[in-house]
């Protein structure tokens, strides 16, 4: 299976952010929904992220980025759920473009994954 999101994010002040998006899940017991939810920068540059999907499910998360060089950065995930539980990531991301980015990584729910990211 497979988890997906699209969300737009807005923000309010330099620290806080409002978001709304639609939760794709193909996992066993997965759900596919709407999401609104809220980030909050903390000290230290990490994001604290909560969301509510309209089938029941609560996410809270920490995540960090770190810059390893110019193009390569180090994303860390720490994620707890009330239907998924807990998961942790690392991934690599790659910087193409400053829209565009190669990703790959290692999921504590999905194994070893590659990606693309767009952003616009």
Known sequence: GHEAELTYQQMLNPRLALLAGYR?????????????????VLPYFIDLRLTQQSGGETRLGLMKSL???????????????????????????????KETSLIGGWSSDFGLGAGLTVRF
């Open 24 to 40: 794709f899940d193909t996992m066993e017991g997965g759900r596919d929904g709407p999401l609104l939810g809220a980030s909050y």
């Open 67 to 97: 810059a390893l060089a110019d193009r390569v950065r180090l994303d860390l995930c720490l994620q707890h759920g009330t239907l998924t539980g807990t998961a942790g990531s690392a991934h690599l991301r790659y910087l193409l473009t």
